[in-house]
């Protein structure tokens, strides 16, 4: 699954680890899912697209 | 990711080397030598305290590459309870089955005490993974113990038709769980040389 989310980080000019912060997660986890290593949970997406004000599918996006 | 203070050679892998190394080849030494109970206790006990800044080490190096939690610190204090609580109970169980010479009861209380630092840390890994908040973090280390199952039950499979056949001498079932933590710890080296 792709993902924006380094360019809505970047947008906010938020580093890796002020998202991970925000996120309460840790930074390698922001790296593995903006690198597409890493699919997250709906929990997790939820919350992120709740942290960025977007619907999910404006920041996952299908293959 | 920052990992500019990252060592061309982690401390950890070094501090861990000389733990493994030091453990291992005090208990062979003490085996070859042929060493007393207390004795081997003793000796071994010193590489044993190798394992504190080893696990520092770790924790320092994972927070500067940001997959350190709260989670995984709380695991490794009870690591260290394992670690040492363990060395403790095998030296009872040696010493005072060599002096008392038990039987019955007594007998099969001592020789199950160095298992239950062994349980405390089943129980240590499990809460670890319904501690662990992060949930990539969980995955890798979910990966991670299914890596070391597998490796326990491809040497146990293996030894064990090897023994059927008279071939190898039987080896003690207590084997399983460092088999399985050095599973573990190959799964974990594969994950972070496959994410490089």
Redesign the interface.
């Known amino acids: 699954m792709k993902n924006r989310l380094k360019v809505l980080r970047a947008e906010r000019d938020w580093t890796q680890g002020d998202l991970a912060d925000a996120l309460e997660i840790s930074r390698q986890s922001i790296n593995a899912i903006e690198t597409g290593k890493y699919d997250p949970s709906l929990p997790l997406a939820f919350k992120i697209a709740d942290l960025f004000g977007m619907p999910i599918e404006q920041i996952f996006l299908r293959d | 990711?920052n990992t500019a203070s990252q060592p061309r050679i982690r401390k950890s892998y070094l501090w861990g080397a000389a733990f493994f190394i030091g453990t291992f080849g005090m208990g062979i030494t003490a085996r070859v030598l042929d060493w007393g109970g207390w004795q081997t206790m003793v000796a071994i006990m010193v590489p044993m305290l190798l394992l504190i800044p080893f696990i520092r080490s770790m924790e320092r190096e994972k927070g500067i590459?940001?997959?350190?939690?709260p989670a995984m610190r709380a695991y490794n204090r009870r690591a260290i309870v394992f670690a040492l609580s363990y060395m403790i109970a095998l030296f009872v169980a040696i010493m005072a089955t060599d002096a008392v010479k038990p039987t019955g009861v007594l007998a099969y209380a001592l020789a199950v005490l160095p298992s239950l630092p062994i349980i405390y840390m089943v129980y240590s890994m499990g809460k670890y993974l319904t501690d662990e908040?992060?949930?990539?973090?969980r995955?890798k280390t979910v990966i991670a113990a299914l890596f070391g199952t597998g490796v326990l039950l491809v040497v146990a499979t293996f030894w064990g038709f090897l023994e059927s056949f008279k071939l190898v001498p039987h080896q003690p079932g207590w084997w399983a769980v460092p088999i399985w933590a050095i599973g573990l710890g190959l799964g974990q080296f594969w994950q972070q040389v496959r994410?490089k």
Do not use: N
């Open positions: 990711m590459s940001g997959c350190y939690s908040a992060d949930e990539y973090l995955m994410d």
